[in-house]
């Protein structure tokens, strides 16, 4: 087993109504003014900004809304953020949202607390903040796992580049999770993110480390629980037991616990970061479905015992050991048979990925060919390509 540090510091309030205490929670932090920070108009729709509004109202705390956030959140949405909050003294961001807003409203944290610094530089490794306001979150979608996770992920619209950062100040104050503010995400988004939640946890689970069965074990629970989570929320959106499994597993997947003592890189999330950086209008949770099978295909010989535990432990299949590879594909069939069944894409070719845009893919996913992605068997850009390829 690796040497680790794991440090969440983010409370969690977690249940329903909870986003009652809202106003309660930030009094705490004693700020002069608040930025709701919030993404499309369902949470108009919805009254949640507005009950968040009551909220701080009835605690006298001030407040400015900036809403708008768009699925890959925008420097652009950033930078507008960061203006708003100088012009008005704001000290404190609350997101209202999923991981989206959660994403845009940490960045607008570091570009405020670190002025002296174009923020486009933390996300492309140029710089890392010093300092960050205080910020909390009130979760609508359990996917991204932004609410717990110390990762960063901005797009720049007009290049299509997008990158993720992590930082210790990109950590949340607090996140309020009441599974019942989920029930109105739809059939696809929900099936997003049962694919994303997951693949946060088995994109550690299969990268390297040795003698990690604590760690393994608690990442195999995970996966199953996403696994019937998902399914059951599409049967019935407001199953409260499936709907609050799938938003505590959301956080689990993605704030360091299910990787203590392995290495650590979410290869697939990288392959797919350029993949909806070039065609914005793609999920995040449908290019991980459409992406995973693939690279599972390509790089499962580079550890086939560490496959056919997965096999077993996760898709209960017997291992047959005369001809191990069989049991290895046999689940990842099962996994992508999985993808299927929540109408999830299997391949590029159903998102409408161009085969002339495969090779700008890899050559940015490689960092013009100067970046190689670790992991049992680690990929250069040939192999991104590759991939690539056997996805579309």
Not at 18 to 28: D, L, Q, T
Not at 43 to 68: M, Q, T
């Amino acid at each position: 087993m690796n040497n680790f540090i794991y440090d969440t510091p983010t409370r969690v309030y977690f249940g329903k109504d909870e986003e009652k205490k809202v106003g309660e929670i930030i009094a705490e932090y004693a700020p002069k003014k608040v930025l709701i920070h919030y993404g499309g108009g369902s949470a108009v729709r919805s009254g949640l900004i507005g009950r968040v509004e009551g909220y701080l109202k009835d605690r006298g705390i001030d407040y400015v809304l900036l809403g708008g956030v768009q699925a890959n959140p925008e420097i652009r949405m950033v930078r507008r953020g960061i203006a708003l909050c100088q012009e008005e003294g704001v000290d404190f961001i609350l997101a209202v949202g999923g991981g989206s807003v959660i994403d845009s409203a940490k960045d607008i944290a570091n570009g405020v607390a670190n002025p002296d610094v174009d923020v486009w530089d933390f996300t492309m490794g140029k710089a890392q903040p010093k300092k960050t306001l205080p910020k909390g979150c009130i979760l609508t979608i359990a996917a991204a796992g932004s609410e717990m996770s110390n990762s960063c992920v901005i797009t720049d619209e007009e290049t299509g580049i997008k990158r993720g950062y992590g930082s210790p100040l990109n950590r949340m104050n607090f996140a309020i999770e009441n599974p019942e503010l989920t029930y109105t995400v739809n059939a696809y988004q929900t099936a997003c993110g049962a694919v994303d939640i997951a693949m946060h946890t088995m994109e550690r689970y299969f990268c390297p480390g040795e003698d990690t069965y604590l760690t393994d074990a608690i990442a195999e629970a995970v996966i199953k629980s996403v696994i019937k989570a998902g399914a059951d929320c599409l049967k019935d959106p407001e199953n409260y037991e499936a709907r609050a499994n799938m938003t505590w597993a959301s956080s689990l997947a993605h704030n360091g616990l299910t990787q203590c003592g392995r290495s650590f890189q979410l290869v697939v999330h990288q392959l797919e970061h350029e993949l909806s950086g070039m065609y914005p209008r793609i999920a995040h949770g449908a290019g991980l479905a459409a992406l995973w099978c693939s690279w599972a295909r390509y790089v499962y010989k580079a550890n086939v015992p560490r496959f056919l535990q997965w096999s077993k432990n996760v898709w209960n299949v017997d291992v047959n050991f005369e001809h191990p590879e069989e049991t290895v594909l046999k689940a990842i069939k099962m996994q992508e048979d999985y993808y299927v069944s929540l109408g999830m894409p299997i391949s590029l070719h159903e998102l409408d990925v161009k085969e002339e845009d495969l090779e700008t893919l890899a050559w940015r996913c490689s960092r013009e060919k100067t970046r190689t992605l670790i992991g049992y068997k680690p990929l250069d850009y040939d192999d991104i390509l590759a991939i690539y390829r056997m996805a579309l």
